[in-house]
């Protein structure tokens, strides 16, 4: 079964530091978004990707985080430098459908923890 | 106040209850509603999807989405242990999909 490939599945770093998280999208599909999920709760949209197209980034603090997806197909979330707030899990999602926001047809990966000490 | 809003819990039964699981949200736009579920250290995967008002059943689960009162319920019949997770509701308006905080829930054998 194709699943949302993320790695690392844990990072531990000291505030100040770059941290840079990886997904592979379930392949063939188009739009991929990352979400932040802070403990105890729901995911936020940071960016959102058509193809290698930035569709909606107005969540994403830019001042720190950067997104790409150059090639339209795996994507790189980095953040520099990292503060304590930026702790939480980092999800990676992709959807065979620019409209898959309303039928709820994103698939998750497994995330990326980070922790910032 | 947060668009929409979920009782996090914590939400503990025994085995082979009802479980009853709800959000209030207070934007009309939103018109697409969903129910995922997300086991610990995992993402969250989708349950189940309603576009209008009434109920949407599948195997355990019904959905139940009340447009008039901006409130949807998810229901679990003859819960397992298995279902143990976190349950997010979710919901979208124009392109945007907006995350309940979760409710956690244990089902007790």
């Known amino acids: 079964e194709a699943e949302v490939a993320q790695s690392p599945r844990y990072k531990i770093t000291e505030k100040s530091q770059a941290v840079a998280f990886w997904c592979d999208p379930i392949s063939g599909h188009a739009t991929l978004y990352w979400y932040r999920q802070i403990l105890g709760q729901g995911p936020e949209l940071l960016v959102q990707?058509?193809?290698?197209?930035?569709?909606?980034d107005s969540q994403l603090p830019k001042d720190r985080f950067s997104a790409e997806r150059l090639k339209g197909v795996d994507s790189t979330l980095k953040i520099q430098p990292a503060e304590l707030g930026d702790s939480a899990m980092y999800l990676c999602?992709?959807?065979?459908?620019?409209?898959?926001?309303?039928?709820?047809?994103?698939?998750f990966g497994e995330g990326s923890r980070l922790t910032v000490l | 106040q947060k668009e929409v809003e979920q009782d996090p819990g914590p939400l503990s039964v025994p085995e082979g209850a009802i479980v009853s699981l709800n959000c209030t949200y207070s934007n009309s736009a939103f018109q697409y509603f969903m129910w995922y579920r997300q086991y610990s250290r995992k993402g969250p995967e989708l349950l189940m999807y309603t576009y209008s008002s009434g109920n949407k059943e599948d195997g355990r689960f019904t959905a139940q989405v009340d447009k008039s009162s901006k409130y949807i319920s998810l229901f679990i019949r003859d819960s397992q242990p298995s279902d143990s997770a976190t349950y997010l509701c979710a919901m979208s308006r124009a392109q945007k999909l907006v995350f309940g905080q979760g409710t956690r829930l244990t089902i007790n054998p």
């Open positions: 999602a992709s959807s065979p459908l620019s409209g898959g926001v309303n039928t709820g047809e994103l698939f």
């Open positions: 990707f058509q193809d290698e197209s930035v569709v909606d």
